[in-house]
C-alpha cells in the first residue's frame, strides 16, 4: 500500500461523510492499488475559488505580479470584486478600469462571470503557488525541498484543471484550456506553433518549463527556478492576449457581434490591463477605452 494526500475525494463515496474509508484498494486503469491514510488528516477540501481572491492581501502582497494587479485596480480581492459585482449588475469600484455590468443582460453577465473566474481569480493564483515555492526553496538542501515541490506542482494542477485528463487531450475551463482554444484562431498550435489544430505551442513550452522549475526547486536551485517562473508568467499571458485581440476584432469589424462578444472582449481585456500599465500606462487607457 501506498501513502497520499487528498485535496477532495468525496465524490468516490466509499464513506458517505469523509469520502475514502481509511483503508482499501482503487483500480486505475486496470490496476488495483492498496492505499491507506488517515481519514481526519487527509481530506483537505479547505479552498474555493472565491478563497484564491479574498485572500490574496494575506498571500500574495509583495509579488511581483500579483502587485501590478492591485496597483491597476486599487484592490487587494480585484477578481472576486470584479465577479460578484458582475452578479449583482452593479458598477465595479475600482481605481482604473472599471465596468457597468448593469449594462449586460444574461448573456453578457454569463461570460464576465465565467471566464472572470477562471482568468482572473484563477491565473493569479497559479502564480501565487509559485512564488510560494520558490519562498520555501532552500538552497543546497535536496530533503528541504517537498514543500517547495509540492506548492509547485498545485500551481501547476491549477493551471492545467482536471478536465484536461492525462494528456491534456481534454475539454478543460481553465487557462490550458483557454490556450489550446486560442491556438486555433492564431494557427499558434502545435510544438512549433504553425498548426490551427492540437496542443498549444505555449501549453508545449510551459509543460516544458513546468519541469524544468520542478526539477530546479528539487536540487534548490532558487535563482534559476526564479527564471522559471518569471518566463512562466509571460507564457501565460499570451492567451489572455490571442482573446482580447480576438474579441476587439469580432467587436469591430463584425456586424453579428453583440453583447455576448462585447463582455468576452471587456472580461478578456480586464485580464491583461494591470500587465499593460505596467509597461505603459497610456497603452493600457486606449485598450481600455476600446474594450470596456
Known sequence: PFLFNTLNLSFVAQSPMLGFVAEGELLIDSVTYGY?????????????????STSAKEKMTGYVDYEKFFDYYGRHDYADHWVLSAFSGVLTEFDNGNANFG?????GQKE????GTAYMNVWMYVLREFEDALDDCKRGCIEC?????HAWDEGVAFYTGSLEGNDGSGDG????????????????CGSKGEEAT??????????????????????GNCDEARVDKERIAELMAVPLVQGTIRYAYKNDRIPTSGEKEAAEGAVFA???????HACNANDAQTIYDNMK
Not at 464576465?112 to 471566464?115: A, M, P, R, S, Y
Not at 484550456?177 to 486560442?182: C, F, I, P, T, V
Open 36 to 52: 491507506y491514510y488517515s481519514v481526519e488528516a487527509g481530506n483537505k477540501n479547505a479552498r474555493d475559488i472565491q478563497g484564491f
Open 103 to 107: 449594462l449586460y443582460g444574461a448573456a
Open 112 to 115: 464576465v462571470i465565467k471566464k
Open 145 to 149: 525541498n517537498d514543500d517547495p515541490v
Open 173 to 188: 475551463k481553465l487557462i490550458y484550456g483557454l490556450a489550446d482554444k486560442r491556438c486555433k484562431n492564431y494557427k499558434t
Open 198 to 219: 492540437g496542443t498549444a505551442k505555449v501549453n508545449y513550452d510551459l509543460m516544458q518549463l513546468f519541469a524544468i522549475g520542478q526539477q530546479n526547486l528539487i536540487l
Open 270 to 276: 480586464a485580464s491583461v490591463l494591470p500587465i499593460v
